[in-house]
């Protein structure tokens, strides 16, 4: 129904607006306390993480691409 089309809607919309959130006040917290070096070390292990999440997502759906 168009309400829980609403509701579903605004969940995902708080999840991320709470998730930049927090990775702002992370990587503020990380480049002030360990350095830059360890911030981009934090970019690329999330990104690796996201893509791994991602791709066991791809496989659970048995998709083929």
Not at 29 to 36: A, F, K, Q, S, V
């Amino acid at each position: 129904s168009k309400k829980a089309v609403g509701v579903a809607t605004g969940l995902v919309s708080s999840v991320g607006n709470w998730g930049g959130t927090l990775s702002g006040i992370g990587i503020g917290w990380i480049t002030d306390n360990m350095g830059w070096k360890y911030g981009f070390v934090a970019f690329i292990t999330s990104a690796f993480l996201g893509a791994l999440f991602f791709g066991l997502t791809l496989l659970k759906q048995g998709k083929k691409y």
